[in-house]
């Protein structure tokens, strides 16, 4: 008997060694044959969760195949210049995913493309300096720019935006004024939440993080509103209720107090800033917009879309600020006659996107230079 147990928990035990070891292989196989090889983000105490600093990584997916290196800040691009401010010109560029363009090799996005136009052009130094991480929003750029960036002391600041994901509600890790119009008054860092088991099995393995992704999609769920159905802060905001619904929580108030914190901390340093608004694809191409149009028609009407109304409100809310905005669409609607200006699977702006946004900020600030 006691023969016959020792044999069964042997039997278990290799049973479970070699689920194990099978785990790792198959975790090696997906991170060198699938994984578009992405690293997890690192807490920085001052501005939160950014790259890990000093490294470098290739992201591969179907689209396109880039090499990712950080600064010492976890910044993609390189390390600020030490070079006294009167040898040329600094330029700054604070935002997202759009900046941070993973998707693209260092030297065709559309922050260095500005800086060697310019540099061309004045026939001097340019120096370029990026804050810009995926997932950021005004709130998060206001901190790159208040805890690094002022002390690049930059003449020219460009804030890109991207509004399907930076209109914030009025309550958050931030304090506004009670006077009109909103003023930033304190801002914070919220700290990390606890990593447990859960957390730390995720981090560690993307056929995990994978799996519970599918498993969280395949919940049951019965939306109530067009809201529901659509995401906020995805097509919700193309659409009229959306939009409606924005101006009423305030959100372009709030991203509007933002551009102007910034703006104000640029201009007492007798620097300029310029407000960038990136268009979705959604709005720019229309056989993307009918796509997703088609696919949502049974449960939102088509008379309820406004693809054009969220920048255009973006941009009253801005000028209402006095505050310089550049609006691109007309390039972009011109160019995406000839092709995509986006990648598909990932809609983030191909090379010949980042090379028109490159072209008219290029313009925009040569234009306005004494």
Request: glycine share 6%.
């Amino acid at each position: 008997m006691i023969e016959r147990m020792r044999r069964i928990l042997g039997n278990i035990a290799l049973a479970l060694i070699v689920f194990i070891i099978m785990l790792f292989l198959a975790e090696g196989a997906w991170r060198l044959l699938i994984s578009r090889g992405d690293l997890a983000r690192h807490f920085d105490p001052e501005i939160g969760r950014v790259n890990p600093p000093n490294t470098t990584w290739t992201i591969r997916t179907p689209e396109y195949v880039t090499t990712m290196r950080t600064n010492s800040r976890g910044f993609r691009g390189a390390e600020f210049s030490n070079a006294p401010k009167n040898d040329g010109m600094r330029i700054l560029f604070l935002g997202d995913s759009f900046v941070e363009a993973k998707q693209i090799p260092l030297e065709t996005r559309f922050a260095e493309r500005t800086a060697a136009l310019l540099a061309k052009k004045l026939q001097k130094p340019v120096f370029l300096q990026t804050l810009a991480i995926g997932g950021a929003e005004p709130a998060r750029e206001f901190l790159f720019y208040d805890r690094i960036g002022v002390s690049f002391h930059p003449d020219i600041v460009v804030q890109v935006f991207f509004l399907e994901n930076d209109l914030l509600p009025t309550a958050g890790a931030y304090l506004f004024s009670d006077t009109e119009p909103l003023r930033v008054e304190d801002i914070w860092l919220n700290p990390p939440a606890p990593c447990f088991l859960k957390c730390q099995l995720l981090k560690r393995s993307e056929i995990a993080l994978r799996l519970y992704q599918v498993l969280r999609s395949m919940r049951v769920e019965s939306p109530r509103s067009t809201r529901a159905l659509l995401g906020e802060g995805e097509f919700y905001w193309y659409t009229k209720e959306g939009q409606e619904a924005a101006i009423q929580e305030r959100r372009f108030d709030v991203l509007a107090a933002f551009a102007d914190a910034v703006r104000s901390r640029v201009e007492s340093q007798e620097g300029k800033y310029i407000a960038v608004l990136i268009p979705g694809a959604f709005e720019i191409h229309p056989s993307w917009r009918k796509e997703i149009i088609v696919s949502f028609e049974d449960i939102v009407p088509r008379e309820v879309w406004n693809p054009s109304g969220l920048l255009d409100l973006g941009i009253i809310a801005l000028k209402k600020r006095g505050i310089n905005v550049l609006d691109i669409r007309p390039e972009f609607h011109a160019a995406a006659e000839k092709g995509f200006l986006y990648y598909k699977l990932d809609p983030h702006l191909n090379p010949e996107g980042h090379k028109i946004v490159a072209e008219r900020i290029f313009q925009e600030v040569f234009g306005n230079l004494p």
